[in-house]
């Protein structure tokens, strides 16, 4: 054999670099950023950008794994619930006598269960579809809160507790410095690891991933079980943030934590998009709520430019698609009868 | 032709839709065994007041129901309709304060017009640009309950505030029997026949069956995809009207998270979300069973706490046993082949 | 009245990268049996859609009973008098067998608008029993076999009062008597005037129906012949475009002990009671009808499946394999029939494809080691001389021989005893063909124990050294390649084990 053939040097194109979706995420987050600073005269500090995070970091948490579920071709509704679960019966056990640190332990046990209790039901029941899962076991989390707590709130945790919302180490908000940790563990699993790569597999083609001998089941129980243990952080930190818990909070952090996630590019058809992506997407959002207060504008605007935002991120990436696409409608890719596909290009079939 | 062929070909038994009828048939038995236990420990259950009022509570979800059945029948999903309830519920009201002397049939109308926008909107993203539905009226739902709140200001529309009028279009009975049963009868009634007996409501399955095919076939794929969601902003924009009225408040958090309430109802049944599957029968089965387990429960002395959890626990339970009873089918099947 | 009810003539589609079709030309003649052949992508399902109207020509005139017409969507072909039946895609599993045959031109009354549903069920049954079915039009579509869905989609095609019917691989799901039926089915219809274009695999089928025969390749017509005027091996050469005979690299090669023994499988509904044996450095082919169970078998011992009964010995060692997982920890790989769907993540550069059975083998603890993978994946395309730029391509940008190749780099991993090779040619051009076969022999040579599943004759007897012929799920015969004609084969195929 004369020489190499084939090369192993990953290519790389400037156009190719700069045309990824983070890039113009970044460039939103700059420019939040930029108006919000002509907007208050003491905004650009590193104050700011250390405390803001305080206000809307405890639901990040659930985007973390949110983007390895959906990478997956999954979809999670059940977190919310999930999140009021655990935390109700964090102050519960609390108010019976467990010492605090083992209060939180039980509600990262509880939230890690309710994670395996979707994760069970998705294996053994593959016919249902995810959605159709989570939204009952939603239902039942928390159904069980209300039975737990009905409608009271309980609180009254120790003092030290409430470090995890509102302590910093130096001049770094705690929750800032755990949240960063599990960021970077999970950016690191998803993009480095074995595991990561059957997460994206598994969302890209299922069939083929277990023809090449991938245990979908454990790694789909993995996920969720990491789902499961996320909102139990979400749990910790909101708690300690409002001192008080009731069956009802973190109503709607599914779909918040959904948005988020399709926002930083990640496909709902599974397999596509990074880590990078929505964690761009929830200091977008977060800085943005920041910056509506800065001006009094009501939070409630933020839902129409988050909801503005993700309809037009997703025409953007499907416009971008069909123009390498074209005749999309009936594209030869989908082709009817399955048979003559024309998807291999005419150059590499001749010798 | 030769008997030969005729073995091949002639089955020597009818078919019959086994599966939907035995479901719906199971759901059935289900509602009448709750009802049962709930009158042998309560004997107010099964009174003529009692039912109505179980009726009426059920009547907004199960016109939801509708909309969402045919949504899920396209293999789509609708998460924007708590959104849309409160974003038509708030407009309609807000006219109401602004003129008490508006007549209640204008009202509704209103509150219709502004759902048909709303679904109108989503259909476009979902037909026409090929925008995944769970995106798209995710969106949706985040806009629209913004708007909401923006043109309120973030204030409540109270009771003092509607006409009688408007509070009678809930509150108000047609021969004894309250509005809002008539409404959601009625609207079983034209989508039944929509559904079951024109060409285009019978698209609505031929698509989510088979999207290739009705493609093949010339169906109007895409339209009969706007259609389904712009009937269910429709409906949704009435259901919004009904709620209002019915509450005698508006706010900017009416119905949050309802969809999610739809969608069980739906799937309980027995309208698959894989698109194809789920008569109109089944829908109202599962509706009524939403209904008696709201309205029996407190009556049998179970807390109201345990009602979420009992739910979620009988939808569950309904979609694994369907499923259970599908694989059993299949085996079944297997078993009389010839290998 | 002109000689043709369709001429398609000077026709060109070209889809981005791709000619689909090249200056075609194709004629119909009324109340004719008219086959179509060639091998996957040479044009004919394209053919077939412009004639429909999904797709529409770059260039080029359809005349229909010697006018141009312009077809532009499905709805304007089935106005025109054209009807297809596809395999599986336009049946509606979820709505009855009268909606299925009337969807979109239902009967429905004038002021109402309501479908008319006593009048269509009575229709359909009149149409179910002219066919000579007597299933109830009420029945759920899903509910029935695929023989009856096919009649299903000839009764659909009979309601819109089709001049012409095409069908595409009709045969292909059904048993020979269900064929034999269809046969019949079609020549009566043939015998009402409808012309029928017939697409099909099955040389059989074309000498049983066809009076004419049109052969494609690579987006062109090679040329129509009278079925009376060309033989066999004729229409081979036609499809192909050369000598059939060169196409084989079969080694002479020493053959060794038996790697792989399987004995008495069985699971309800598939197969039964399925016994041979591989040796190392063999390779035995595994051949018959489609949906004879021969996937079945060999995904039971790759653990897609699980079978009911019976024993798999590997190397003197019974397994007991749950999933393909532990398959591949103890040797067998399986390269599968589906390429696009279960062979490759075609969305994944060609190493993330090549490294994806083993992982394990490219990480450590857990990390993968990227460098590795992407020389051991240079290295391993090199050696089966892949097409490609570089490890770092699309596997989608892959042409079908090419893409097949990857696909037998992923199961070369150290430590494989046994290859289950599922149709390893098909939708593969004739060149990248014999490459694969020549990989094959390679193979075979190391002394790896080789099955391939094919229902290709040639490549049956040019490649194997013994042949397991399936029928209905059981084991029909097993045949030594060197004293085997194709014939014997097939009548085993057809007609079952002689001794039972």
């Not at chain 1, 139990?232 to 934590?257: C, H, K």
């Not at chain 2, 409906?235 to 309430?261: C, H, I, M, N, R």
């Not at chain 3, 892949?386 to 070369?412: C, E, H, P, R, Y």
Request: proline share 3%; with cysteine.
């Amino acid at each position: 054999m004369a020489g190499r053939s084939i090369r192993t040097e990953r290519p790389w194109s400037l156009r190719a670099f700069f045309l990824q979706w983070e890039w113009l995420l970044a460039l939103i987050f700059v420019a939040i950023n930029v108006v919000n600073s002509t907007l208050s005269p003491y905004y650009f500090s590193v104050d700011t950008f250390l405390q803001t995070p305080k206000n809307f970091l405890d639901i990040a948490f659930l985007v973390l794994p949110m983007t390895l579920v959906i990478i997956m071709g999954n979809i999670d509704i059940s977190v919310g619930s999930t999140v009021a679960l655990s935390a109700v019966v964090m102050a519960v056990s609390f108010s019976a006598g467990l010492p605090m640190p083992l209060a939180m332990a039980l509600c990262l046990l509880v939230s890690t269960g309710c994670g395996f209790v979707n994760g069970i039901l998705m294996t053994k029941f593959k016919e249902l579809s995810s959605v159709i899962i989570t939204l009952a076991t939603m239902i039942i989390y928390r159904g069980i809160a209300y039975v737990i707590l009905e409608d009271q709130a309980s609180g009254d945790f120790p003092k030290w507790f409430s470090a995890f919302g509102w302590g910093s180490i130096g001049q770094v908000p705690l929750i800032l410095i755990v949240f960063a940790l599990c960021a970077i563990l999970f950016g690191l699993l998803l993009h480095g690891t074995s595991f990561g790569r059957q997460v994206y597999g598994i969302g890209s083609n299922p069939v083929a991933s277990r023809y090449s001998g991938i245990k979908i089941d454990s790694v789909v129980m993995i996920v969720e079980m990491l789902t499961g243990l996320m909102a139990g952080f979400t749990a910790i930190f909101l708690t300690s943030r409002m001192d008080s818990t009731r069956p009802n909070v973190a109503q709607g952090y599914e779909l918040e934590a959904i948005a988020m996630v399709v926002l930083g590019g990640v496909s709902t058809s599974g397999g596509k998009g990074r880590m990078a992506g929505p964690l761009l997407a929830v200091f977008i959002i977060g800085f943005l709520n920041y910056g509506l207060g800065l001006v009094n504008i009501p939070s409630q605007v933020l839902l129409i430019i988050i909801g503005l935002l993700l309809i037009l991120s997703v025409l953007v990436m499907n416009v971008r698609f069909q123009s390498r696409h074209q005749r999309s409608a009936l594209s030869p890719s989908r082709s009817v009868s399955g048979g003559d596909r024309p998807i291999e290009k005419k150059g590499t079939r001749r010798r | 032709m030769t008997d030969e062929l005729r073995a091949s070909f002639r089955t020597g038994r009818r078919p019959v839709r086994f599966g939907e009828s035995f479901r719906e048939l199971g759901l059935l038995v289900f509602i009448v065994v709750v009802c049962g236990v709930v009158q042998l420990r309560n004997p107010n259950f099964l009174t003529l007041s009692n039912l109505r009022d179980l009726f009426a509570n059920t009547a907004i979800l199960s016109i939801l129901a509708v909309g969402m059945m045919m949504v899920l029948l396209t293999r789509g999903i609708d998460l924007s309709i708590g959104a849309t309830i409160a974003l038509s519920g708030m407009v309609s009201a807000l006219t109401v304060q602004a003129i008490p002397t508006i007549p209640p049939v204008v009202s509704v109308l209103e509150g219709m017009i502004v759902g048909l926008a709303v679904g109108a909107a989503i259909g476009m993203l979902v037909a026409k640009f090929d925008v995944l539905p769970i995106i798209a009226t995710l969106g949706f739902m985040n806009v629209i309950r913004g708007l909401t709140y923006l043109i309120s200001n973030g204030a409540w529309v109270s009771s003092y505030q509607m006409s009688a009028g408007f509070q009678r279009i809930a509150s108000g009975s047609l021969f004894g029997v309250s509005n809002l049963i008539v409404i959601a009868v009625v609207i079983y009634i034209v989508f039944g026949y929509f559904i079951n007996h024109t060409r285009t409501g019978r698209q609505i399955y031929a698509v989510g069956s088979n999207p290739e095919a009705a493609d093949i076939a010339g169906l109007s794929r895409r339209r009969v995809v706007w259609l389904v969601y712009a009937a269910m902003g429709t409906l949704a924009g009435l259901a919004g009207v009904l709620w209002v009225s019915k509450f005698a408040s508006a706010q900017g958090d009416t119905a949050v998270g309802y969809e999610l309430d739809v969608i069980a109802a739906t799937v309980l049944g027995g309208v698959s979300i894989s698109g194809g599957s789920g008569r109109v029968s089944g829908l109202i089965l599962g509706s009524v069973l939403f209904g008696v387990l709201d309205n029996a429960l407190p009556l049998v002395n179970v807390s109201p706490f345990w009602q979420e959890a009992i739910q979620g626990t009988v939808i569950l339970a309904a979609v694994v046993i369907n499923v259970l009873v599908k694989r059993n089918g299949q085996r079944y099947a297997l078993r009389k082949r010839v290998i | 009245m002109s000689e043709f009810i369709l001429e398609l003539n000077h026709v060109t589609i070209t889809f981005p990268g791709v000619r689909a079709l090249d200056d075609v030309h194709f004629d119909l003649r009324p109340g004719e049996i008219h086959a179509l052949m060639g091998e996957n992508g040479a044009g004919k399902s394209t053919l077939i859609k412009v004639i429909t109207g999904v797709y529409q020509p770059d260039s080029g005139e359809i005349l229909f009973n010697g006018a141009p017409v312009d077809i532009r969507s499905p709805l304007d072909s089935q106005r025109i008098g054209i009807a297809a039946i596809y395999q599986h895609v336009s049946c509606y599993r979820d709505l009855s067998v009268t909606e299925n045959i009337f969807i979109g031109h239902e009967k429905i009354g004038a002021l109402t608008r309501r479908i008319d549903w006593k009048e269509l069920h009575r229709r359909a049954e009149e149409l179910l029993a002219r066919l000579d079915a007597d299933f109830d039009p009420r029945a759920p579509m899903g509910d029935l076999s695929v023989a009856q869905q096919q009649i299903v989609e000839i009764a659909k095609a009979l309601s819109t009062n089709a001049r012409i019917l095409i069908m595409d691989e009709p045969t292909a799901p059904l048993t020979s008597r269900e064929s034999e039926d269809l046969y019949r089915i079609t020549e009566g219809l043939r015998d009402r005037g409808v012309s029928v274009i017939f697409i099909s695999h099955r040389l059989e089928d074309m000498y049983r129906l066809a009076s004419r025969l049109t052969i494609f390749r690579d987006a062109r017509n090679v040329g129509s012949w009278k079925l009376s005027d060309i033989s066999r091996e004729d229409i081979i050469t036609a499809m192909v475009g050369r000598e059939i005979t060169q196409l084989f690299p079969k080694r002479r090669l020493a053959i060794g002990g038996e790697i792989l023994r399987v004995q008495g499988l069985s699971r309800r509904g598939y197969f039964k009671d399925v016994t041979f044996s591989v040796r190392k450095g063999e390779i035995l082919a595994i051949t018959g009808l489609v949906g004879a169970g021969r996937t079945e078998v060999c995904e039971a011992i790759y653990g897609i499946t699980r079978a009911e009964s019976g024993r798999i010995i590997l190397d003197g060692e019974e397994l007991h394999v749950a999933n393909p997982s532990q398959a591949i920890r103890k040797g067998i790989g399986y390269l599968p029939e589906d390429r696009l769907r279960q062979g490759l993540v075609l969305d994944w550069e060609l190493s993330k494809n090549v490294t994806y059975p083993a992982l394990k083998k490219f990480s450590t603890a857990g990390w993968i080691r990227t460098k590795k993978e992407n020389e051991v994946t240079r290295d391993r395309a090199e050696r089966l001389e892949v097409k490609a730029g570089s490890v770092f391509d699309k596997a989608s940008t892959l042409s079908g021989g090419n893409q097949q190749k990857i696909i037998v780099a992923k199961l070369l991993t150290a430590g494989m005893k046994v290859f289950i090779l599922d149709e390893p040619t098909k939708g593969v051009d004739v060149g990248a063909k014999t490459a694969i076969f020549e990989i094959m022999s390679d193979l075979a040579e190391r002394g790896y124990g080789i099955i391939m599943v094919s229902s290709e004759m040639p490549e049956v007897l040019g490649m194997s050294d013994r042949i397991v012929v399936m029928k209905e799920g059981r084991v029909a015969g097993i045949l030594e390649t060197s004293a085997t004609t194709q014939e014997q084969i097939l009548q085993a195929a057809l007609s079952g084990p002689a001794a039972s």
